[in-house]
């Protein structure tokens, strides 16, 4: 599997990075996994071509992970691709049902397929030959992390959460364990993860992973990159790469 940050950053601007979304390329099928707001473009800047995205899977539906949902489909429809299908928590089809309501100019213009899945769900997108599997995050609103199964490697995205139980089950023994890492050490926050919450975690479980790369980084987090990463390098003796992914950044797993 190729896998290209799209963005790393959140809700709160910041240089270089903008909100939530990762390709995951499938035997050359680009699966986009959140497409919060700059991702449409960086889609672009990324080389890949908007309109073979017709697969998109959300972790939750905060605006810094879904705001550029809506600008895909409309990119696509201009561009004669109308076929799109997504994947996400509960409350997808409500949330989509009604952001077309409101802009009706795009409704019936696009063949939106939604399907709602829940945590232990598997499924696997038209096209490609690959298992999905879902488990929940500790987070504010329903929100799912991903575990990818394709072709002998195994790549889990966390998606917003604390660090947890259910998502550590899930990452076992992965290639590639893509995890937010929102604060630095010390700071105090629920529903987000800092490094030292994140190693205790990892060991507790005696989690298996090859790779760890952070994402989805607050504005908090700058300047802080260099010591979340020997941080985590010295606490997690089991984890063999450990990476901040920055916006563009591409990974052969
Ligand atoms: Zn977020
Ligand atoms: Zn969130």
Request: glycine share 8%; hydrophobic share 35%.
């Amino acid at each position: 599997m190729n896998i290209t940050f799209l963005g790393t950053g959140v809700a709160i601007p910041q240089t270089d990075r903008v909100q939530s979304g990762i390709i995951a390329e499938i035997e050359g099928k680009p699966i986009l996994f959140d497409c919060g707001s700059g991702i449409l473009n960086r889609i672009f800047e990324s080389r890949y071509n908007h309109t073979d995205i017709d697969t998109v899977v959300l972790s939750h539906l905060h605006l810094d992970h879904v705001a550029d949902v809506l600008c895909l489909i409309k990119a696509n429809w201009l561009c004669d691709k109308t076929n799109i299908t997504i994947y996400g928590p509960e409350g997808t089809n409500e949330w989509m049902t009604g952001l077309l309501k409101i802009y009706g100019y795009l409704q019936g213009k696009s063949d939106t397929n939604i399907i709602e899945v829940s945590a232990g769900d598997t499924f696997t997108p038209d096209g490609v030959n690959c298992k999905i599997t879902c488990s929940k995050g500790v987070h504010s609103v329903p929100s799912l992390g991903y575990r990818i199964e394709s072709g002998g490697s195994t790549i889990v995205y966390s998606g917003d959460t604390e660090p947890c139980k259910s998502i550590m089950d899930l990452s076992q023994d992965a290639d590639l364990l893509i995890h937010e890492c929102s604060f630095p050490c010390g700071f105090e926050v629920t529903y987000h993860t800092t490094p030292d919450m994140l190693d205790g975690y990892i060991n507790y479980y005696n989690t298996n992973v090859s790779c760890l790369y952070l994402t989805h980084l607050y504005p908090q987090m700058q300047g802080h990159e260099q010591e979340s990463i020997e941080y985590l390098k010295n606490n997690l003796k089991i984890v063999q790469g450990i990476e901040i992914a920055t916006d563009l950044m591409k990974i052969k797993v």
